[in-house]
């Protein structure tokens, strides 16, 4: 017979001690891993935790490419990913090599890099950014052109804010396509007091009937800092657990069912648990890779201090 989820966690919490292992979980993870996790937060929260920790160990329930940023910024550190096959649909819609010949066609573009995507396509970009900071990032950037990979909905939304011309990778999120337009009208009837928040990884259709776009990190401020009692969520259902757990008080609604995100669910108890056990699958980036990746993320995380 396996273990209870109670013997797991209780095995997870001393295992991690002796370890000096730290838990670093997304949002749109399960919610009994993120009740195990020391820090819960969206892509570029969880970069900076990581950046910060004094932990021999970070252990990422995540995806591949939340690993390797973690790997890139703390390359002394264990990052271990629970499950190898965790990774971004997303992410996987660029490689370097395409991006190398894209970017040989257009040598007056900034190549701007979401932070979705793997340490090769960020050492081959100019500068990364999250959905928290794109509009910024981008209006910093002195020039008129920008390549941006590998997201076409949010490159599509950064354009609706920016005048610069933005070139777009034909990538996208297959968990926030399924979000239809059809079903926020329908909500926003059954639910008329509620306002409507989306991830800018939606369709344009969908942002357009949004009450505000906002990454996951944001929509958790604004759903504990505003008076608003009832949401329509627009993102991963994970984030569900999250948003009702810190705000007891108010009801948030799923924009639908399908909007899960397969790889994120891969990070289980058991995982977790196996994965300290036997310090693997350790996610790693290559020193010469490493080094330019971490120069593209180095030049977000300033013009985010700016
Ligand atoms: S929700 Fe979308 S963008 Fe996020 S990890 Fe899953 S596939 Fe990638």
Not at 85 to 107: Q, V, Y
Not at 126 to 131: G, I, K, R
Not at 267 to 278: A, F, K
Request: contains cysteine; glycine residues 6%; charged residues 25%.
């Amino acid at each position: 017979m396996g273990n209870s989820d109670a013997e797991l966690i209780d095995k997870i919490l001393s295992l991690k001690k002796r370890r000096n292992a730290v838990i670093l979980a997304h949002n749109y993870q399960l919610g009994e891993i993120q009740d195990i996790a020391d820090f819960v937060g969206d892509s570029l929260e969880l970069s900076q935790k990581a950046a910060k920790t004094d932990a021999d160990v970070i252990i990422f329930c995540g995806v591949y490419f939340m690993a390797e940023t973690a790997s890139i910024l703390c390359p002394d550190k264990v990052v271990l990913l629970p499950d190898r096959h965790a990774g971004c649909p997303m992410a996987d819609m660029i490689t370097a090599a395409g991006l190398r010949e894209r970017k040989s066609k257009l040598p007056g573009a900034i190549v701007v890099c979401y932070i979705n995507s793997s340490a090769e396509v960020k050492a081959e970009s100019d500068v990364c950014c999250t959905s928290a900071n794109a509009v910024k990032v981008i209006e910093s950037l002195d020039a008129k052109e920008i390549l941006f990979v590998p997201d076409q909905y949010l490159g599509h939304y950064i354009s609706t804010k920016t005048d610069k011309k933005m070139i777009l990778w034909p990538g996208f999120c297959p968990t926030h396509i399924r979000i239809q337009p059809q079903y926020i009208t329908n909500l926003r009837q059954e639910h008329p007091q509620a306002k409507v928040v989306v991830h800018p990884e939606c369709r344009p259709e969908v942002i357009a009937l949004a009450d505000e776009v906002l990454s996951t990190g944001g929509l958790c401020r604004y759903a504990n800092r505003s008076e608003v009692k009832e949401m329509i969520v627009g993102t991963e259902i994970g984030i569900i657990h999250r948003l009702r757990k810190e705000n007891p008080g108010k009801k948030f609604i799923s924009s639908s069912e399908q909007a899960i995100c397969p790889r994120m669910k891969l990070i289980t108890l058991e995982r977790v648990l196996w994965s300290l056990q036997e310090m693997n699958p350790e996610v790693k980036v290559p020193e010469e890779i490493r080094v330019k990746a971490k120069a593209t993320v180095d030049k977000m995380l300033e013009i985010g201090r700016g």
